[in-house]
């Protein structure tokens, strides 16, 4: 299985760089790991609705550009669905014994994803109700689905 990860923005912090390049390098043996960064919207500190979903469409034109046609696609939002570090194992296993090959996750950037992404999605997951940065969102997805592949193999964890 391949997951491709579809991420708003680039990752400034030194400290967040170093944790997600150790959960790509953790990630290796269980599967193939691709990053794909979108560049984020320019904008003004103050910017008015409309203008921010101006913003949200020219990204999501971008990530769409960038998501397979076939395979499984996960938007990461607020709204979605909140599943617990078994139930995100079991999503990605039944995935693969369904014979995806390809599982996308998306992350958008401070302004959320567009409707039309979020309609291209099959699923809507919530990280949690907090709100973290999209840099920060990035390093801990990947170590859940690090955890989920863990969990998958039967290998320990912890809880």
């Known amino acids: 299985m391949q997951i491709q990860i579809i991420a708003v923005g680039r990752v400034k912090e030194p400290y967040l760089a170093e944790g997600i390049a ?26 008015t609705p ?15 550009a960038s998501v397979p046609a076939s395979g499984y696609t996960i938007a990461l939002d607020v709204r979605g669905k909140q599943r617990s570090s078994e ?6 296993r039944e995935q693969e014994i369904g ?4 599982l996308t996750i998306i992350i958008g950037g401070d302004l959320g994803l567009s409707g039309d992404v979020l309609a291209r999605c099959d699923e809507r997951l919530s990280l949690s109700a907090m ?3 999209h840099q920060m969102v990035r390093l801990v997805l990947l170590e859940q689905v690090y955890r ?9 964890y912890h809880k």
């Open 22 to 47: 150790e959960y790509e390098k953790r990630l290796r043996p269980y599967v193939k790991l691709k990053i794909t960064e979108i560049a984020d919207e320019r904008r003004l500190v103050h910017t």
């Open 148 to 156: 989920a592949f863990r969990i998958i193999r039967g290998e320990p």
């Open 131 to 133: 709100t973290f940065t």
């Open 50 to 64: 409309s203008q921010q979903a101006k913003l949200v469409h020219k990204e999501g034109v971008r990530i769409l």
């Open 99 to 102: 014979g995806t090959s390809h």
């Open 87 to 92: 139930e995100l194992a079991g999503l990605i």
